[in-house]
């Protein structure tokens, strides 16, 4: 925890303060100083870094100590890398600072327990953007303090999918895609005794959400390997999703019955249809010679049958 300031004067507040405020800080202290402590706290903020999911709610809450009513003071909550207003309560002078335009409307400031310095603030649809420092600042007419924290933000995306192609000779493609991650999530290939194995590629993107993708590959010899596994971890939350394919159950054209029986069904059809074709040529060239005569100028005018059938016979050997 930073950001504590035990000598007032000398350092002065963060942001848009004019020296003027220093000056009447300092007399406000020499009228004070007889019962040095009495307006001194300190900020405590959240002591681990706070968990945001994407797109729930996060609460930072803050508070006194010694415990006292803040009902009067300034209350803030900025970032520090960029800085910016995220929230601020509190009826001062100081209108300098504009909340950052990103959290309008995504802020309450819950001051339930306010007159026991204890206030938090909740950010409704947490966006990847949120992560980062934060600092709450308490400001008494007489004495300031904040806390640092971090808001580490976070989502675990879908259950992996696989594509499974053939590679070179004895060798199968394997790709493995996730997206919906958020920090950049960890990918592993695992063989069937959970040892890990060496992507061929491996490719993380930003989508349009914020989120990750991250598409790996991997090159498998067919007959090695029995079970390959792609797990995605989100490290953050230590959550992760699996999918994972046995090797053996994959079938592909060279070692698949049910393509070698197709194959050999549209052999029979094709070579019947031929047959059938020819016959009814057969048939049909003896009927156009008897009807030669009354058929003439219709023949003549249009492709017969006959013709068709002349053409179709000098093409098949
Ligand atoms: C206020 O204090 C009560 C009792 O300690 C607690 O249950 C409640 O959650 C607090 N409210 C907030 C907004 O922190």
């Excluded at 009067?72 to 209108?95: A, C, I, Q």
């Excluded at 306010?114 to 947490?126: C, E």
């Excluded at 009927?287 to 006959?306: C, I, N, T």
Aim: glycine share 6%; net charge neutral.
């Amino acid at each position: 925890m930073g950001g504590q300031k035990s000598d007032l004067p000398a350092l002065g507040p963060p942001a848009g303060m004019q020296p003027l405020r220093v000056d009447l800080r300092t007399l406000l202290l020499l009228v004070l100083l007889p019962c040095p402590g009495a307006w001194q706290f300190h900020v405590i903020g959240p002591r681990a870094p706070v968990i945001a999911l994407v797109g729930e709610e996060a609460v930072l809450s803050c508070q006194l100590n010694p415990s006292m009513d803040a009902q009067n003071m300034e209350v803030r909550w900025y970032r520090t890398d960029p800085f910016g207003l995220v929230h601020r309560y509190g009826t001062s002078w100081n209108k300098i600072e504009e909340q950052k335009p990103e959290y309008q409307g995504r802020t309450e400031f819950l001051k339930e327990n306010i007159t026991k310095g204890h206030v938090a603030l909740r950010i409704h649809r947490i966006q990847p953007s949120d992560g980062g420092e934060y600092v709450c600042f308490f400001e008494s007419s007489t004495y300031y303090n904040d806390a640092t924290f971090q808001v580490l933000v976070t989502v675990s995306g879908m259950v992996p999918h696989f594509l499974i192609e053939p590679g070179n000779r004895q060798e199968i493609k394997l790709t493995c895609t996730s997206m919906g991650w958020y920090p950049e999530p960890e990918l592993q290939w695992r063989d069937h005794q959970g040892l890990h194995l060496t992507p061929a590629s491996e490719t993380k993107t930003i989508e349009e959400s914020g989120l990750f993708r991250v598409e790996s590959s991997l090159t498998v010899d067919k007959s090695s390997t029995a079970k390959v596994s792609c797990v995605v971890r989100n490290l953050i939350l230590n959550v992760e999703k699996e999918v994972h394919v046995s090797l053996a159950d994959t079938l592909f054209p060279m070692d698949c019955p049910w393509i070698v029986g197709l194959v050999i069904i549209l052999f029979l059809l094709a070579t019947a249809t031929i047959i059938i074709v020819l016959l009814v040529c057969v048939r049909k060239s003896k009927g156009s010679l008897k009807k030669k005569h009354g058929k003439l100028r219709e023949d003549y005018d249009r492709p017969s049958v006959h013709e068709l059938c002349w053409i179709i016979m000098s093409i098949i050997p």
